[in-house]
């Protein structure tokens, strides 16, 4: 019985949290099979050429699985940024990111889930790089 109740109370928790970042969360992010996997074929289309395939960066742009992009560090608002107006060469030294054309809002919304996933799977890496 109180182990029923505790499981009663995380599910009482969890749904308040849900709650709540839905509240502070403008654009709640959707992490549902079909928004990952279309946001790894954006992703692959668009930003492995200088992001990597696996993510860890090549030598035209940095890896996402640096702590530096940690959601706290570099939240989901920056992705959209970046691919909409580019972003200056600060963490790198790889040069400047140019804006990426042909992709919208919700298409970033997917890159962005998508790589949130892979960032929760692989773990960070240090920065700077060791
Ligand atoms: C032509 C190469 C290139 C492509 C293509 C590219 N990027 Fe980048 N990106 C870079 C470089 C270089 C930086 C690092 C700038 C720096 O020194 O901080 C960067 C940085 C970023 C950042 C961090 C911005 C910040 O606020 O510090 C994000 C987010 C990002 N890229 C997202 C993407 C996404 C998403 C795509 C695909 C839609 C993409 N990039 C495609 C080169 C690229």
Same mark, same amino acid.
């Given at each position: 019985?109180?182990? $029923? $109740?505790?499981? /009663?109370?995380? *599910?009482?928790?969890?749904?308040? #949290? #849900?709650?709540?970042?839905?509240?502070?969360?403008?654009? !709640?992010? +959707?992490?549902?099979?079909?928004? #990952?996997?279309?946001?790894?074929? #954006?992703?692959?289309?668009?930003?492995?050429?200088?992001?990597?395939?696996?993510?860890?960066?090549?030598?035209?742009?940095? !890896?996402?699985?640096? %702590?530096?992009?940690?959601?706290?560090?570099?939240?989901? @608002?920056?992705?959209? $940024?970046?691919?909409?107006? /580019?972003?200056?060469?600060?963490?790198?030294?790889?040069? +400047?990111?140019?804006? *990426?054309?042909?992709?919208?809002?919700?298409?970033?919304?997917? *890159?962005? @889930?998508?790589?949130?996933?892979?960032? %929760?799977? %692989?773990?960070?890496?240090?920065? !700077? !790089?060791?």
């Amino acid at each position: 019985m109180i182990r $029923l $109740l505790k499981a /009663g109370a995380g *599910i009482a928790l969890a749904g308040m #949290l #849900l709650v709540a970042c839905g509240v502070t969360d403008s654009a !709640p992010v +959707d992490r549902s099979a079909s928004t #990952l996997s279309q946001g790894a074929d #954006l992703y692959q289309a668009n930003c492995m050429v200088c992001h990597g395939s696996d993510l860890r960066g090549t030598d035209l742009g940095p !890896p996402f699985l640096s %702590e530096v992009y940690r959601p706290n560090h570099h939240a989901d @608002a920056a992705f959209l $940024l970046a691919v909409q107006t /580019g972003s200056r060469a600060h963490h790198w030294n790889f040069g +400047d990111m140019p804006p *990426i054309a042909g992709i919208d809002a919700d298409d970033i919304a997917s *890159i962005t @889930a998508y790589v949130r996933s892979v960032q %929760e799977a %692989e773990g960070f890496e240090p920065y !700077p !790089p060791p």
